[in-house]
């Protein structure tokens, strides 16, 4: 079981930066590959970005590629998401997920565990 809580979101003009941070309980938090996922107005959840247990693969979607970065400190128990450039689109509530089984990292179904979500609001 994990608990996770979201925090870092707020309101940026287009081009500013924000970064999230997603506090997990347990001990099994190393163990887990951890994705951020956003779900705009009207829109279904989406993946974002995601992160292998140790940390040594990262994952992208293609609208934030170069943009965005995701890390994780397996000692802290936390994960990130580094938003740079932002940009009206960007605008969601963003949620991070736990994965604690082996599949592609861009889908949602194999995500057993979610925050409450953050959100963000990128004004242009």
């Known amino acids: 079981q994990v608990q996770l809580v979201e925090s870092g979101g707020g309101l940026v003009q287009a081009g500013g930066s924000l970064r999230l941070s997603c506090a997990a309980s347990g001990r099994t938090f190393s163990t887990y590959a951890m994705g951020w996922f956003r779900q705009a107005p009207g829109k279904e959840r989406e993946f974002v970005a995601a992160?292998?247990?140790?940390?040594?693969?990262?994952y992208y979607t293609d609208s934030v590629k170069g943009r965005f970065t995701i890390s994780r400190d397996n000692v802290k128990n936390t994960v990130s998401l580094q938003m740079n450039s932002l940009k009206p689109e960007d605008t969601a509530v963003y949620y991070c997920?736990?994965?604690?089984?082996?599949?592609?990292?861009?889908?949602?179904?194999?995500?057993?565990?979610w925050g409450q979500g953050t959100q963000v609001t990128v004004s242009s």
């Open positions: 997920a736990a994965r604690p089984r082996i599949g592609p990292m861009q889908n949602i179904l194999g995500y057993d565990y």
């Open positions: 992160i292998t247990w140790s940390g040594s693969t990262t």
